[in-house]
């Protein structure tokens, strides 16, 4: 996969370097090249290329497609692609290549956040709604925490640009001396949209969102936000303040209706919908729409969802009887979602009906609604305690959210929330890795378990030199030896051999790590691998334990198995 933060800059930077340094002789292209100012360049290799100034690391071409993926990206960047022999001037260390045997096939269109269709997209649906719609808005407003002294808020921004700049050390991150244009601005009822790509989802945009004081009212979900910077992780350096920079502006985008009288700041995530393929004359597409915006009676309000209370205090479980779930995540259940949640009052009856006392869930579990309440099904539960699962949002590609752990208290059923960190160690500075073991491991520590989120369980470091799995960061280290389950949910399979002996190395001295993933993964080609049958692996002291879970059948369209994790 294309990280999503190779902007058009970086590609030319790579152009660059090729016209200075040339193309290895193994990274030439013999059916597609990149045609600009008149040379042409191969695709894959210039997108390789690119990331090492994106993201500090040339990307491995193993991650990648060359042809469609690599030809549609350049694409929806503005680049011309062609095929066949390559015309102009070869760069050094290139090689004329003949023609082609054949015409190259054709290339389907793939779609991208940074299709600049999308934009149009919204830009109508909010004309066809509200009438008048000013895109590139600019207010007259300043861009320091002084300009925005005389507003309720001013000493949490004061809070929040100081927060900002202790994060990195960059003391200097404003430039301009009034607020960059806004995407969109509709003055009829008065309000602002912004499009969120995936370079605004950041550490440095995180460290923002958390300063928010609670009253402050957002046309978006700021807990998915928070998620969302975990998930994402972009980077950009490039100046080095960057990251901070665009988190201060946005923030300064969402405090704005306090001093300009505005109604609260909407912001749609890119990835959340195929923009372009809404239709402003289609009524339907035009509700469609609506709910996408969050905006007034549709939108999210979590305060409804369940009769849960939430709880900032970690739960200490004690898991005697596992209960593990998973699904094929591109699977339409009769209430119309892709979850688990048309399944799950059946699926926690069969459980607890077995003596479960803990539920896990394959991630990308239950998409947020007013209208589903996990309450009730809490409720008639007698023997679960405990329930796993990941909040988040479907459409063309899905984005997880909040991790939920409902426990059952003696006050009633409660919430414990936190959200992935991180998904792979690439480009993951030292200081990041002790911060997630000294500050984030804690929280995970729930009693007799830990939850570690999909690729989080790469904390653990294989070593190509010494041929094994090391605790570089002492993240095995930070589990009490009293925590003897690493739950490890995961958004879908992943096969590269070291995640195994990862899991392995995690469960020696005793322990037991239980990881369940969802079906329905496509390869880079298209084609499905689900792998083995179930969707889940377990080790114990250093073994595979695969054996120890009893497979419940059912009808309901999910697999299901139950673990006894009771301590031997």
């Given at each position: 996969?294309?990280?999503?933060?190779?902007?058009?800059?970086?590609?030319?930077?790579?152009?660059?370097?090729?016209?200075?340094?040339?193309?290895?002789?193994?990274?030439?292209?013999?059916?597609?090249?990149?045609?600009?100012?008149g040379?042409?360049?191969?695709p894959?290799?210039?997108?390789?290329?690119?990331?090492?100034?994106?993201?500090?690391?040339?990307?491995d071409?193993?991650?990648?497609?060359?042809?469609?993926?690599?030809?549609?990206?350049?694409?929806?960047?503005?680049?011309?692609?062609?095929?066949?022999?390559?015309?102009?001037?070869?760069?050094?260390?290139?090689?004329?290549?003949?023609?082609?045997?054949?015409?190259?096939?054709?290339?389907?269109?793939?779609?991208?956040?940074?299709?600049?269709?999308?934009?149009?997209?919204?830009?109508a649906?909010?004309q066809?709604?509200?009438?008048?719609?000013?895109?590139?808005?600019?207010?007259?407003?300043?861009t320091?925490?002084q300009?925005?002294?005389?507003?309720?808020?001013a000493?949490?921004?004061?809070?929040?640009?100081r927060?900002?700049e202790?994060?990195?050390?960059?003391?200097?991150?404003?430039?301009?001396?009034?607020?960059?244009?806004?995407?969109?601005?509709?003055?009829?009822?008065?309000?602002?949209?912004?499009?969120?790509?995936?370079?605004?989802?950041?550490?440095?945009?995180?460290?923002?969102?958390?300063?928010?004081p609670?009253?402050?009212?957002?046309?978006?979900?700021?807990?998915?936000?928070?998620?969302?910077?975990?998930?994402?992780?972009?980077?950009d350096?490039?100046?080095?303040?960057?990251?901070?920079?665009?988190?201060?502006?946005?923030?300064?985008?969402?405090?704005?209706?306090?001093?300009?009288?505005l109604?609260?700041?909407?912001?749609?995530f890119?990835?959340?919908?195929?923009?372009?393929?809404?239709?402003?004359h289609?009524?339907?597409?035009?509700?469609?729409?609506?709910?996408?915006?969050?905006?007034?009676?549709?939108?999210?309000d979590?305060?409804?969802?369940?009769?849960?209370?939430?709880?900032?205090?970690?739960?200490?479980?004690?898991?005697t009887?596992?209960?593990?779930?998973?699904?094929?995540?591109?699977?339409?259940?009769?209430n119309?979602?892709?979850?688990?949640?048309?399944?799950?009052?059946?699926?926690?009856?069969?459980l607890?009906?077995?003596?479960?006392?803990?539920?896990?869930?394959?991630l990308?579990?239950?998409?947020?609604?007013?209208?589903?309440?996990?309450?009730?099904?809490?409720?008639?539960?007698?023997?679960?305690?405990?329930?796993?699962?990941?909040?988040?949002q479907?459409?063309?590609?899905?984005?997880?959210?909040?991790?939920?752990?409902?426990?059952?208290?003696?006050?009633?059923?409660?919430?414990?929330?936190f959200a992935?960190?991180?998904?792979?160690?690439?480009?993951?500075?030292?200081?990041?890795?002790d911060?997630?073991?000294?500050?984030?491991?804690?929280?995970?520590?729930?009693?007799?378990?830990c939850?570690?989120?999909?690729?989080?369980?790469?904390?653990?470091?294989?070593?190509?030199?010494?041929?094994?799995?090391?605790d570089?960061?002492?993240?095995?280290?930070?589990?009490?030896?009293?925590?003897?389950?690493?739950?490890?949910?995961?958004?879908?399979?992943?096969?590269?051999?070291?995640?195994?002996?990862?899991?392995?190395?995690?469960?020696?001295?005793?322990?037991?790590v239980?990881?369940?993933?969802?079906?329905?993964?496509?390869?880079?080609?298209?084609?499905?691998?689900?792998?083995?049958n179930?969707?889940?692996?377990?080790?114990?002291?250093?073994?595979?334990?695969?054996?120890?879970?009893?497979?419940?059948?059912?009808?309901?369209?999910?697999?299901?198995?139950?673990?006894?994790?009771?301590?031997?």
């Amino acid at each position: 996969m294309i990280p999503n933060n190779i902007t058009k800059e970086y590609i030319l930077k790579a152009i660059a370097e090729v016209d200075k340094v040339g193309v290895p002789a193994k990274r030439q292209s013999r059916k597609y090249y990149l045609r600009y100012e008149g040379k042409s360049y191969p695709p894959k290799y210039i997108i390789s290329l690119a990331n090492s100034f994106a993201n500090a690391e040339e990307l491995d071409p193993e991650v990648f497609s060359g042809g469609r993926e690599s030809n549609d990206f350049l694409r929806s960047l503005g680049f011309h692609i062609e095929g066949g022999q390559p015309r102009g001037k070869p760069t050094a260390q290139t090689k004329r290549v003949t023609g082609l045997s054949r015409p190259p096939r054709p290339v389907t269109s793939r779609h991208y956040e940074s299709c600049p269709r999308c934009k149009e997209a919204v830009r109508a649906m909010l004309q066809a709604i509200y009438g008048e719609v000013e895109v590139n808005y600019r207010f007259d407003v300043g861009t320091t925490p002084q300009a925005f002294g005389h507003n309720p808020y001013a000493r949490h921004l004061t809070e929040i640009h100081r927060g900002l700049e202790e994060y990195r050390g960059h003391k200097r991150l404003v430039k301009a001396t009034t607020l960059p244009h806004c995407d969109f601005y509709v003055p009829n009822p008065g309000f602002v949209v912004e499009f969120d790509e995936s370079q605004h989802f950041t550490t440095a945009r995180r460290v923002s969102l958390e300063r928010y004081p609670d009253d402050l009212q957002l046309g978006f979900d700021r807990i998915k936000w928070i998620a969302l910077c975990d998930r994402i992780h972009a980077r950009d350096n490039d100046p080095p303040y960057r990251d901070e920079q665009r988190a201060w502006y946005d923030t300064l985008r969402d405090f704005l209706p306090a001093v300009q009288g505005l109604q609260p700041t909407v912001r749609l995530f890119a990835q959340d919908s195929r923009w372009c393929s809404l239709d402003h004359h289609n009524p339907n597409d035009v509700e469609t729409f609506k709910e996408l915006l969050q905006i007034g009676d549709v939108r999210v309000d979590r305060t409804k969802e369940s009769d849960t209370r939430k709880t900032g205090s970690a739960p200490a479980l004690n898991i005697t009887k596992l209960g593990i779930v998973s699904r094929d995540y591109r699977y339409r259940y009769a209430n119309g979602f892709r979850d688990f949640s048309h399944t799950l009052p059946s699926v926690l009856k069969l459980l607890d009906y077995e003596g479960c006392d803990a539920v896990l869930f394959s991630l990308f579990s239950i998409i947020p609604r007013e209208s589903y309440d996990l309450g009730a099904a809490l409720r008639q539960s007698q023997s679960i305690k405990a329930v796993f699962l990941e909040e988040f949002q479907d459409g063309t590609s899905r984005a997880g959210g909040r991790y939920v752990v409902h426990h059952r208290t003696s006050k009633g059923w409660e919430e414990y929330s936190f959200a992935q960190v991180f998904g792979s160690l690439s480009g993951m500075p030292q200081w990041e890795m002790d911060d997630f073991v000294s500050y984030e491991m804690p929280k995970r520590i729930l009693g007799n378990c830990c939850v570690l989120l999909c690729g989080e369980s790469n904390g653990v470091k294989y070593s190509q030199k010494q041929k094994g799995v090391e605790d570089t960061f002492g993240l095995r280290a930070a589990i009490p030896p009293k925590t003897t389950i690493v739950l490890n949910p995961i958004h879908d399979r992943m096969t590269r051999f070291e995640l195994k002996l990862k899991r392995r190395f995690l469960s020696e001295a005793g322990r037991r790590v239980i990881s369940v993933w969802n079906k329905g993964r496509k390869d880079k080609n298209g084609k499905v691998k689900d792998g083995r049958n179930p969707a889940w692996t377990i080790f114990y002291d250093g073994k595979a334990a695969d054996d120890e879970v009893v497979m419940i059948h059912n009808q309901l369209d999910v697999e299901i198995g139950v673990l006894d994790v009771k301590q031997e």
